[in-house]
């Protein structure tokens, strides 16, 4: 599968953004998808992922009260709603794939995805 993510911009502090990752070339269901993200000067961190089950996610402390994700495997997409940003949530994310099971534990990590999409910067200002 191949991920393209969309839906960055410029906001100022306590607005909302909605990043999109679309799939294509593979059968998008059988992969779980994880956000990262990655601020100038610092490495990839997690964010957020979700299953194969649309109701199965995991988030990163942070972020767990404010962003969420979700899917339409018909759409071959994966949404990360993302409301109240703040100024250190800016940097450029990042979606990745992982073939998995139904019951696979969540990838947290960069080594537990094969495939990722280019990313989409986020900038919140003050």
Not at 8 to 37: E, K, M, N, P
Not at 56 to 80: A, G, M, P
């Amino acid at each position: 599968v191949q991920l393209q993510a969309s839906g960055g911009g410029l906001v100022q502090a306590g607005d909302s953004l909605r990043l999109s990752c679309v799939g294509s070339g593979g059968t998008f269901s059988f992969y779980s998808i994880g956000w990262f993200r990655q601020a100038p000067g610092k490495e990839r961190e997690f964010v957020a992922s979700i299953n194969r089950r649309s109701g199965d996610t995991y988030y990163e402390n942070s972020v767990k009260d404010r962003f969420t994700i979700s899917r339409d495997n018909d759409k071959k997409t994966v949404y990360l709603q993302m409301n109240d940003l703040k100024t250190g949530d800016t940097a450029l994310y990042y979606c990745a794939a992982r073939r998995t099971i139904i019951t696979a534990p969540h990838g947290t990590t960069v080594q537990d995805y094969s495939t990722w999409g280019q990313g989409t910067l986020v900038t919140v200002s003050s």
